[in-house]
DNA sequence: ATGACGCCTTCCAGGCGA
């Protein structure tokens, strides 16, 4: 089974780039970030032409989250619990056997803009409704975090350090969520290798290599035992016949 | 130091992304 997480900055814009991915790299089940559309725009009969059903929860021109899936899914949880005023970013579907959510987490912006407290206390929220999570069940969360888990994972390295997505308070909000008993399931097979999810289109960023991995799947145990490839879909994030990729490539895994 | 590119919106200059 293929599993996927990809941020599509704008799913009624990247629809015909959505189509060509799916039909070559053929995923299970796929986690949607950053749609920009209402629930009663969201293009559900495009994805079932091709072989796809959707569950969303969007709002009109920010934020929103998917879960495209070959088999149905069923809507367990629409966003975050609690913060409903901070965007649709989260959804939590049972799906092919897995529990499995997709998330957009938040920005922050600047370090001195109140969405950057905004963006800690969101994750502060997300550890506690994980914390609920049965650690022993075959449960995924992927999604953007806008965190830079450690140097490793950023172009400018431990230059980058104190920086937004960078900063001391950021990654120990991520690795509560690790510690939470879940695993970066790239990291996993890749312990040492930087590789981006993310490049600005701005300046020619992709080309130079300027880049952040903050696309990430997690998953319990149960998942991280099955998992056997991982990849960072960087062919994505190039023009593909004259169609325009989104800013963040998608990053698929492969689970027996 | 700045802007660079692309998305969205009561249709177009401005906000936002990371």
Not at 219 to 240: L, M, N, Q, W
Request: some cysteine.
């Amino acid at each position: 089974m293929r599993i996927a997480t990809w941020n599509v900055n704008g799913v009624r814009a990247r629809m015909e780039f959505i189509a060509h991915w799916l039909e070559h790299r053929a995923p299970d089940v796929v986690g949607l970030q950053e749609l920009k559309v209402s629930d009663a725009d969201f293009p559900h009969e495009e994805f079932a032409a091709l072989g796809y059903q959707a569950v969303a929860h969007g709002e009109k021109a920010w934020n929103g989250v998917a879960v495209l899936s070959r088999v149905p899914a069923e809507a367990d949880t629409r966003g975050l619990p609690g913060r409903a005023d901070d965007g649709a970013r989260l959804l939590r579907v049972r799906v092919a056997g897995l529990d499995f959510a997709t998330v957009y987490c938040p920005n922050g912006k600047t370090l001195d803009h109140p969405d950057y407290r905004m963006k800690l206390a969101w994750f502060d929220a997300l550890r506690d409704y994980l914390a609920g999570v049965d650690p022993e069940s075959a449960f995924v969360i992927g999604g953007d975090y806008n965190i830079v888990p450690t140097a490793l994972d950023c172009w400018r390295g431990e230059a980058a350090d104190d920086s937004i997505f960078c900063t001391g308070e950021e990654r120990a909000r991520y690795r509560s969520l690790i510690d939470l008993g879940l695993t970066d399931l790239f990291r996993h097979l890749h312990p040492d290798e930087q590789k981006f999810s993310w490049w600005d289109y701005r300046g020619g960023s992709f080309y130079r290599g300027m880049g952040l991995r903050i696309d990430m799947l997690l998953g319990t145990a149960a998942v991280a035992s099955r998992v056997r490839r991982v990849e960072i879909d960087r062919e994505y994030r190039k023009k593909k016949d004259g169609l325009t990729a989104s800013d963040h490539a998608p990053v698929f895994a492969d689970l027996d």
